[in-house]
């Protein structure tokens, strides 16, 4: 068989086949949550992840999951939908916030059911406590500051079977719907036949030098979605953590300190012992993470230093309560309980991605996303806390079912074809993105890193596909790709808003309240859509 590469046939063996009901791409929770509903309803899923079952997102996730409470709380749907907007800056959708939000309580309890265990307060009652930008304490954790762990470990204990160590390299289309996906694993490149693909393969957190990401956040999702034809939106709104623990010339992931430590009574001050926010917002240190981040580079730039302090001494139980920002603080020599936490904000959390409906389904008929890598109309232009981990349930499991839609679907094999490999050094690409598409953006740092990324070079598939370095191929290729389409969308966006702060143009515009598309066109390069596809509507409405 030969692969079409850059005008060229390129002959390349494919050494295996499989096919599926569905394929899911990523392991963490959106992943393995559809993979879970998918197979409750009889579906055939194959799982696929590039890396190890350590390597997701959503093990790390400190937080918690937002869910709106009840009776004594004084907490409502409305409540929650109503911080959400306000947090997106009003590019909001707010049916779908809605409908995610009132999906949340069902999700969390299908999550305990696979045995998943939340902290409890004194009265017995599942524990919650609040967050930057929440009105109310809705935030269920577990482990004090290790949810991520325990919504990860219940469902890698549900039975899912994930081939580990397989690369989605692209979405297989015809007739404009999905027919399979090209993979490459260990035993070389792979056809995996099936009609429907979900891409749930995290953020993009390591397009920057520093992020709160796995080394696997490397945006692929963005990049098969752009292949396969799919559109793209709000990709500028990349969110910036304000408290990672800073260390001097820190690169690659870096630990996060949660933002309930803020909400437990912990507060910012610079170098100087001076705190900052009270004047900021307010809602003072517990602003939305927009509003942090930007003030915390602001008084970095006032102050000339690189880096704020987190106070937490106050916080009674610390260690109990933050076991894990406590270890990471002693690796560090830092005790939270007599030191304060030396933080800076670090890339995060991408509130764009793949245009979808609540249900996970895209413009392309079988291609399905959701969690971090999908654009539901949740965040907005910025997310609002521990949102990402409801999303991931909700639209997880409804993406599972979703794809019984496409069930008896007739086969219709599509010649496997390589997407477009244009690269440019990783670290070159991070330090670009880092300088001039970070916390703070302007007009000239745009076009310089535009300029920069539009002189990536095409990059050969010369080997079988077997080694590492296949799979570094397909992550270059797609942070490239994907710095494009950011950049591209953060030059048109003249405005602030949400987590996107240019610095010539700092006030919100009206005008520019909407969100805007990007797809790639068949020459390769990427416009923006000036009529968008139709997503399918559900079939199942009945189904949560």
């Given at each position: 068989?030969?692969?079409?590469?850059?005008?060229?046939?390129?002959?390349?063996?494919?050494?295996?086949?499989?096919?599926?009901?569905?394929?899911?791409?990523?392991?963490?929770?959106?992943?393995?949550?559809?993979?879970?509903?998918?197979?409750?309803?009889?579906?055939?899923?194959?799982?696929?992840?590039?890396?190890?079952?350590?390597?997701?997102?959503?093990?790390?996730?400190?937080?918690?999951?937002?869910?709106?409470?009840?009776?004594?709380?004084?907490?409502?749907?409305?409540?929650?939908?109503?911080?959400?907007?306000?947090?997106?800056?009003?590019?909001?959708?707010?049916?779908?916030?809605?409908?995610?939000?009132?999906?949340?309580?069902?999700?969390?309890?299908?999550?305990?059911?696979?045995?998943?265990?939340?902290?409890?307060?004194?009265?017995?009652?599942?524990?919650?406590?609040?967050?930057?930008?929440?009105?109310?304490?809705?935030?269920?954790?577990?482990?004090?500051?290790?949810?991520?762990?325990?919504?990860?470990?219940?469902?890698?204990?549900?039975?899912?079977?994930?081939?580990?160590?397989?690369?989605?390299?692209?979405?297989?289309?015809?007739?404009?719907?999905?027919?399979?996906?090209?993979?490459?694993?260990?035993?070389?490149?792979?056809?995996?036949?099936?009609?429907?693909?979900?891409?749930?393969?995290?953020?993009?957190?390591?397009?920057?030098?520093?992020?709160?990401?796995?080394?696997?956040?490397?945006?692929?999702?963005?990049?098969?979605?752009?292949?396969?034809?799919?559109?793209?939106?709000?990709?500028?709104?990349?969110?910036?953590?304000?408290?990672?623990?800073?260390?001097?010339?820190?690169?690659?992931?870096?630990?996060?300190?949660?933002?309930?430590?803020?909400?437990?009574?912990?507060?910012?001050?610079?170098?100087?012992?001076?705190?900052?926010?009270?004047?900021?917002?307010?809602?003072?240190?517990?602003?939305?993470?927009?509003?942090?981040?930007?003030?915390?580079?602001?008084?970095?730039?006032?102050?000339?230093?690189?880096?704020?302090?987190?106070?937490?001494?106050?916080?009674?139980?610390?260690?109990?309560?933050?076991?894990?920002?406590?270890?990471?603080?002693?690796?560090?020599?830092?005790?939270?309980?007599?030191?304060?936490?030396?933080?800076?904000?670090?890339?995060?959390?991408?509130?764009?991605?793949?245009?979808?409906?609540?249900?996970?389904?895209?413009?392309?008929?079988?291609?399905?996303?959701?969690?971090?890598?999908?654009?539901?109309?949740?965040?907005?232009?910025n997310r609002l806390a521990s949102n990402s981990l409801l999303e991931g349930l909700v639209v997880g499991r409804r993406a599972g079912t979703a794809a019984l839609e496409r069930v008896g679907s007739p086969r219709v094999d599509a010649e496997p074809a390589l997407p477009s490999m244009r690269t440019m050094p990783r670290r070159e690409l991070q330090a670009l993105m880092t300088e001039h598409v970070g916390v703070v953006r302007d007009e000239n740092g745009l076009a310089h890193t535009a300029s920069v990324l539009g002189s990536a070079v095409d990059a050969a598939w010369t080997h079988t596909a077997r080694s590492r370095d296949a799979v570094?191929?397909?992550?270059?290729?797609?942070?490239?790709?994907?710095?494009?389409?950011?950049?591209?969308?953060?030059?048109?966006?003249?405005?602030?808003?949400?987590?996107?702060?240019?610095?010539?143009?700092?006030?919100?515009?009206?005008?520019?309240?909407?969100?805007?598309?990007?797809?790639?066109?068949?020459?390769?390069?990427?416009?923006?859509?000036?009529?968008?596809?139709?997503?399918?509507?559900?079939?199942?409405?009945?189904?949560?």
């Amino acid at each position: 068989m030969t692969l079409s590469f850059e005008g060229r046939a390129t002959p390349v063996s494919i050494t295996w086949e499989a096919s599926a009901d569905l394929v899911v791409v990523g392991g963490g929770v959106a992943g393995l949550s559809a993979a879970i509903a998918a197979g409750q309803r009889g579906l055939r899923v194959i799982t696929v992840s590039k890396g190890g079952s350590a390597d997701t997102a959503t093990q790390y996730a400190q937080g918690g999951i937002a869910v709106p409470g009840s009776g004594a709380s004084g907490d409502s749907i409305d409540d929650h939908v109503a911080d959400t907007c306000v947090a997106g800056a009003g590019l909001c959708d707010e049916p779908s916030v809605r409908s995610i939000v009132s999906g949340g309580p069902d999700a969390v309890a299908a999550l305990e059911a696979l045995g998943a265990v939340f902290d409890r307060g004194a009265d017995g009652t599942v524990a919650r406590t609040l967050e930057g930008g929440h009105s109310r304490s809705r935030i269920i954790h577990a482990g004090g500051d290790a949810t991520g762990a325990e919504v990860q470990r219940a469902l890698d204990v549900s039975g899912q079977a994930v081939l580990f160590g397989t690369a989605a390299v692209s979405v297989l289309t015809a007739r404009g719907e999905v027919s399979g996906l090209l993979a490459s694993s260990a035993e070389g490149l792979g056809v995996i036949h099936c009609p429907a693909v979900l891409v749930a393969t995290g953020g993009v957190g390591q397009l920057y030098s520093c992020s709160t990401n796995p080394p696997g956040s490397t945006a692929d999702g963005i990049a098969l979605a752009l292949a396969a034809g799919a559109e793209v939106s709000d990709l500028e709104f990349v969110q910036f953590h304000p408290t990672v623990l800073f260390a001097p010339g820190s690169e690659g992931r870096r630990p996060l300190v949660s933002e309930a430590v803020r909400g437990e009574g912990g507060h910012l001050v610079d170098l100087d012992g001076i705190r900052f926010m009270g004047g900021v917002h307010p809602l003072g240190d517990l602003a939305p993470r927009d509003v942090v981040s930007r003030a915390i580079a602001e008084r970095l730039r006032i102050t000339g230093t690189d880096h704020v302090l987190l106070d937490a001494r106050a916080i009674p139980g610390f260690s109990r309560r933050f076991p894990t920002v406590t270890a990471s603080c002693h690796a560090a020599g830092i005790d939270p309980a007599e030191h304060l936490i030396p933080v800076a904000p670090a890339a995060h959390y991408s509130c764009g991605g793949i245009v979808t409906d609540v249900w996970g389904r895209t413009t392309v008929p079988g291609l399905l996303a959701a969690g971090e890598v999908a654009r539901t109309g949740l965040h907005g232009a910025n997310r609002l806390a521990s949102n990402s981990l409801l999303e991931g349930l909700v639209v997880g499991r409804r993406a599972g079912t979703a794809a019984l839609e496409r069930v008896g679907s007739p086969r219709v094999d599509a010649e496997p074809a390589l997407p477009s490999m244009r690269t440019m050094p990783r670290r070159e690409l991070q330090a670009l993105m880092t300088e001039h598409v970070g916390v703070v953006r302007d007009e000239n740092g745009l076009a310089h890193t535009a300029s920069v990324l539009g002189s990536a070079v095409d990059a050969a598939w010369t080997h079988t596909a077997r080694s590492r370095d296949a799979v570094t191929l397909i992550e270059d290729a797609a942070l490239t790709v994907t710095a494009s389409a950011v950049v591209k969308a953060a030059a048109a966006r003249s405005e602030s808003r949400g987590c996107h702060t240019r610095l010539d143009h700092p006030a919100p515009s009206d005008a520019l309240r909407h969100s805007t598309r990007i797809r790639q066109a068949e020459d390769g390069s990427l416009e923006f859509v000036l009529s968008s596809n139709k997503i399918r509507p559900p079939a199942m409405t009945g189904v949560s």
